[in-house]
């Protein structure tokens, strides 16, 4: 039986593993925003908050990418897999979350989406009736810091 809120994940050919231990946050967000979509091929991105003390590589390194001057994406450089997503150090208390693709958990069925954000980015096509709140930008708590709406 895993440790309770410790969760293992990891991307398709294997190259990359990771562990993380979530801390007081629950939130769980399904992600609209332009970036997520061309960085994953998908429609959306869901990001699970976890502490970014609590959670390392434990197999393999995964390649970054700089998606903009506030935050760094990680992913296998092997598979393309969406590993996290993270607010650079400058950003402070808020980079002290790692934001963690669920689809690389090994157990996202553990996890559940708490809300969805960017939703001014969403495409018309797709619907959720989840009852979920829905910010048109970012979560209205990290949006508060205005290095963020540049
Ligand atoms: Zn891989
Ligand atoms: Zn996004």
């Given at each position: 039986m895993a440790e309770p809120g410790v969760h293992e994940g990891g991307c398709l050919c294997g190259a990359v593993r990771y562990r993380g231990r979530l801390g007081e946050s629950k939130t769980v967000t399904h992600c609209y925003c332009r970036m997520c979509r061309k960085v994953s091929g998908g429609t959306f991105l869901t990001w699970v908050e976890f502490p970014a003390k609590d959670f390392a590589y434990t197999k393999g390194q995964p390649r970054y990418f700089?998606?903009?001057?506030?935050a760094v994406r990680r992913f296998c450089g092997s598979c393309g897999c969406q590993f996290t997503y993270q607010y650079v150090p400058e950003l402070e208390s808020i980079s002290e979350s790692i934001w963690v693709?669920?689809?690389?958990?090994?157990?996202?069925?553990d996890i559940a989406p708490t809300d969805h954000i960017f939703t001014d980015n969403q495409l018309p096509w797709l619907h959720s009736d989840d009852g979920l709140p829905r910010w048109p930008g970012q979560l209205p708590w990290l949006h508060s810091d205005d290095r963020l709406s540049r």
């Open positions: 700089k998606s903009s001057e506030i693709a669920a689809g690389s958990l090994d157990r996202p069925d």
